[in-house]
């Protein structure tokens, strides 16, 4: 068996985000870029995979520009054993035309457990996983917290409204993962070191036939500031006030 | 004596020295066969001066135990003065009338000596046994098993035996010989005076059986020295000769490019010098006497770490002289992961260790093995892990947020200002923390009434990687030293101002292993700088008594004591209290050697320890210098729901509080 994992880079979650002067980008400069933290569980469970069910190789693929090869040097480091960067000229924002690149490339490792994130933080769409789903004509289950996999046959637990869904299905399959799966190991300093000398393999992709374009991007309305309103039970009946007359929530 | 006793006598002292030569070359490859460390025959005139004056002298025993120094001083003496007798003592097996001085004044005065000594020894043998075997204190008995062999009684019986035999020997002899030495040797004359009245014969046998127990058990001593801890009498004074001339706990740098196993795993990576240091241990328990972690309850010793690894050593030493693999690693039978990753890296054991002992660098060494080999570190350093590589702050705080602490201050910026005779290097907590933001307000505040000419590096500044080098995390810590002298390199200024002591320590003291050599300052000394001066003026508001607490990292580590106090005498009206715990003898907060990102789960906590040191003296506020200690301190006033009554704040803080 082998195991693929598409991973994408996306800007650190603590980052100051700001807005490019064409008004469709994120100025990228002062940026620290990681791994998609739904994809560290996604390569934590290839990993977990490997090792209980012997499978063969776990390969990690990630779409991006040159920077991305980061994002990729940090799965060798947890223990992945290859990795391929579908390098792009030019950001993206369209699933369809990122999800036919990636399945190209899946059809050609030959990969039969298909592992990714839920969803990637930066832009939250969360189609890549369904779509590849189509474009393989494979099931996916999305957002799994727990997965057992026994020969072929896959048995995985996702959130539903209120409960747990649980489903069963046979490999090969696309599976996207949700917090909860598991814990995502902390690469070994030997993994970085040895992730630094690692040759990575690349190949151009064009998204020409993108349908999808970002027309702008703004920033949330800035939330008003907090109040406080007073001490003890004095404060009290100012805060009713306030909640009721200003806030209109009560 | 006749030729069978002469033979049999030869025979004794030749199995006892091949014996003790056998151990004693033993350990000598095992120290050899360690790993490749700096070499420290570096300025051999100074070192030798300053072994045998610490050993000489004795200071390395009496300086902290003055009582139980001063009787170790007797055996010690008693030891170079019975090393030279036993000469003359086997001497006289073969030629009765020799003596190493001849017959003159100088004999006489030679064998006064001798007699004093004796007395001298025998009291201190007698002290130590009852302060070990009837007072029982903790550091020398405690923990069980490590601290209760018989040895000790063995070898005290034995310093003992030999001084009695001596001058009962001696004393028969001059009964025997007619000849009184009762003014150069008072004590063999007293003890002559105990054989009076026996027969010629009989005195004849007793004064052999004197002779030969004392003879035996110098050969006993010799076979037991290598085994036991009093091993330090020839490991010691060496090991202080190859003492570490930077200052205590400055870790010493992996070359990554060059090795592929990066601190210790299995006992054979230890450097010769760590190996020494395993060797040298007295078990003293000088250490664990001013451990924070062992007084908090914590499972680690500072000496147990070392004979714990002399014990696995001497366990390994057949597979390390054969060339074979260890057959064991050293986690986790012969140290414990909550004994290394207790340590605070407070140094304190290493100030008071009489054989210089470099207890810190040991226990990096394992957790460098745990963390960079093995992957096993406390779970709560991996954020901070991740917070340093990817936003440069313990905290994985937004690395472009990093100056927002100096909204609305006038605080000048390297890029935008140039130059400066100053950079201050804020460091995470100044920048991040809400306590240590405080401290830079105050410091920002301070530096603009003197005028002093500074500016900071901003979103430049990365952490310096003390709490990375310190966690074993080399790899990170280097990264972070590297990228951080690059910077430095790129801007003008002559000095560089830290408010943290951990960045002090290691922007002064191990940047140097990256080419990066700088003149650093700590804050406390720019401000007592500037009260000399007269650039800033004081108007102390309220006569609360104010205690100090050293920081570990500013005092022990680079002595810096002197500059805070001047600073808290001027704040204080006088009215300061120095706690049980102050200067060398500081007392650690508990966040040290990145044990301020980790749990303190385990026995009691340090921090609540040290702000009852405060509370003692009457304190109404701790001055500190430092965030982690700020933090620390303030927590555990906090936790104990004192805060009305005390209160911590960095000495910054409450200098510019005071600023007119």
């Known amino acids: 068996m082998k195991i693929a994992v598409c991973l994408k880079q996306v800007p650190d979650t603590e980052a100051n985000i700001k807005i ?43 779409l991006g520009p040159d920077r991305a090869k980061d994002a990729l040097r940090t799965a060798v480091a947890m223990g992945v054993d290859d990795v391929v960067l579908l390098k792009t000229s030019a950001n993206s924002s369209d699933a369809l035309s990122a999800a036919k690149s990636l399945a190209a490339k899946i059809k050609e490792t ?34 799994v917290t727990k997965l057992e996999v026994n020969g072929s046959s896959v048995k995985a637990e996702r959130e539903i409204e209120g409960g747990v869904e649980v489903l069963q299905t046979t490999m090969p399959c696309i599976i996207t993962c949700q917090k909860g799966l598991n814990e995502p190991r902390f690469p070994s300093i030997r993994g970085v070191m040895m992730a630094k000398k690692k040759q990575i393999s690349e190949e151009a992709v064009e998204l020409d036939d993108a349908k999808l374009a970002v027309s702008s991007l703004s920033y949330p309305q800035s939330r008003s500031e907090g109040k406080i309103v007073g001490e003890g039970t004095e404060a009290v009946p100012e805060l009713i006030r306030l909640l009721r007359e200003e806030a209109k929530v009560i | ?29 095992l120290v050899k066969l360690g790993a490749k460390g700096p070499q420290r025959w570096d300025r051999p005139v100074e070192r030798l001066g300053y072994a045998v004056g610490r050993v000489g002298a004795q200071i390395c025993s009496i300086k902290d135990r003055p009582l139980v120094g001063i009787m170790h001083a007797f055996i010690f003496y008693g030891f170079i003065f019975f090393a030279v007798a036993t000469i003359n003592h086997v001497t006289r097996a073969f030629a009765p009338e020799f003596s190493l001085w001849g017959h003159g004044l100088f004999n006489n005065l030679w064998f006064l000596g001798v007699d004093i000594i004796a007395i001298l020894t025998s009291i201190g043998a007698v002290f130590l046994f009852v302060r070990r075997y009837i007072f029982k204190p903790e550091p020398i008995t405690k923990p069980w098993p490590f601290s209760r062999s018989p040895q000790s009684a063995i070898v005290l019986g034995f310093i003992f035996g030999l001084m009695v035999t001596y001058l009962l020997n001696q004393g028969a002899d001059m009964i025997l010989t007619g000849k009184s030495f009762a003014a ?124 714990s690894m002399r014990k696995h050593i001497l366990h390994e030493a057949d597979h390390l002289i054969s060339g074979q693999d260890v057959s064991e690693p050293v986690m986790d039978k012969w140290q414990t992961p909550d004994e290394i990753w207790a340590c605070t890296t407070c140094g304190a054991c290493m100030e008071t260790c009489p054989v210089k002992n470099e207890h810190i660098q040991t226990i990096i060494e394992l957790r460098r093995g745990q963390m960079m080999m093995e992957n096993k570190f406390p779970q709560e350093l991996e954020p901070a892990f991740r917070g340093l590589e990817t936003n440069s702050n313990p905290w994985n705080l937004g690395m472009s947020e990093r100056a927002t602490w100096t909204e609305g201050l006038d605080v000048p910026i390297m890029t935008e200002k140039g130059e400066a005779e100053y950079l201050w290097f804020v460091g995470c907590s100044g920048s991040f923390d809400d306590r240590g933001k405080n401290i830079s307000h105050a410091m920002a505040k301070i530096l603009n009434a ?44 002559k000095k560089i101002l830290t408010s943290c002591p951990h960045c002090y320590q290691v922007i002064k003291n191990e940047y140097s292993q990256f080419e990066g050599e700088f003149e650093v300052v700590h804050h406390t000394e720019l401000i007592a700088g500037l009260l000399d001066q007269g650039k800033i003026k004081l108007s102390p508001n309220g006569d609360g008594k104010m205690t100090f607490h050293d920081s ?47 749990e303190e789960s385990i026995g009691t906590r340090i921090n609540h320890l040290r702000v009852e040191e405060a509370e003692q003296v009457g304190a109404e506020t701790i001055g500190v210098a430092c965030p982690f200690c700020l933090t620390m301190l303030d927590d555990g006033v906090k936790e104990k729901g004192i805060e009305a009554s005390l209160q911590v704040k960095d000495i910054a803080q409450l200098v510019a509080e005071q600023l007119v």
Not at chain 2, 272 to 277: L, P
Not at chain 2, 462 to 491: I, S, W
Request: aromatic fraction near 10%.
């Open chain 1, 20 to 62: 490019a002067s064409d008004q469709k980008s994120i100025d990228e400069s002062a940026i620290k870029f990681i791994v998609n933290p739904y994809d560290e569980y996604a390569i934590e469970e290839a990993l977990k995979l490997k090792e209980s069910q012997g499978a063969e190789s776990v390969i990690a693929i990630t």
């Open chain 2, 1 to 29: 004596m006749n030729l069978v006793g002469q033979i049999v006598l030869i025979l004794c002292i030749l199995g006892a020295v091949l014996f003790f030569a056998k151990e004693i070359r033993l350990r000598y490859r």
């Open chain 2, 552 to 598: 570990c990292y500013l005092g022990r580590y680079n002595d810096i004591y002197e500059a805070p106090r001047k600073i808290m005498k001027a704040m204080s009206n006088g009215n300061l209290a120095e706690m049980v715990h102050s200067k060398n003898k500081s007392f650690c907060c508990g966040g040290g050697g990145a044990r301020m990102f980790m």
């Open chain 1, 110 to 143: 030959g990969a039969e457990m298909i592992l990714l994130g839920k969803e990637a933080i930066d832009d939250g769409s969360m189609q890549v996983g369904p779509m590849l789903s189509e474009l393989l004509n494979i099931p996916c289950i999305t957002v």
């Open chain 2, 450 to 493: 003197a005028g002093v000419d500074y500016a900071i590096l901003g979103t430049e500044e990365k952490c310096c990687g003390d709490p990375a080098r310190r966690a074993g995390n080399e790899y990170l810590f280097q990264m972070m030293a590297e990228e951080n002298v690059a910077t430095f390199k790129q801007h003008k200024f």
């Open chain 2, 184 to 307: 150069w040797m008072p004590f063999s004359h007293a003890a002559s005076t105990l054989l009076t009245g026996m027969s010629i014969p009989s005195l004849q046998i007793w004064n052999a059986v004197f002779w030969w127990a004392h003879i035996l058990m110098v050969l006993g001593f010799l076979v037991l020295i290598p085994h036991s801890k009093h091993l330090h009498l020839i490991a010691g004074p060496i090991n202080i000769f190859f003492r570490t001339r930077e200052p205590d706990g400055t870790l010493q740098k992996i070359d990554f490019e060059n090795t592929e196993e990066f601190g210790v795993t299995n006992v054979n990576q230890f450097q010769w010098k760590n190996i020494m240091d395993f060797f040298s241990c007295v078990d003293c328990g000088r250490c664990q006497d001013v451990c924070p972690a062992y007084a908090s309850d914590k499972p680690l010793s500072p000496k147990v770490v070392m004979m």
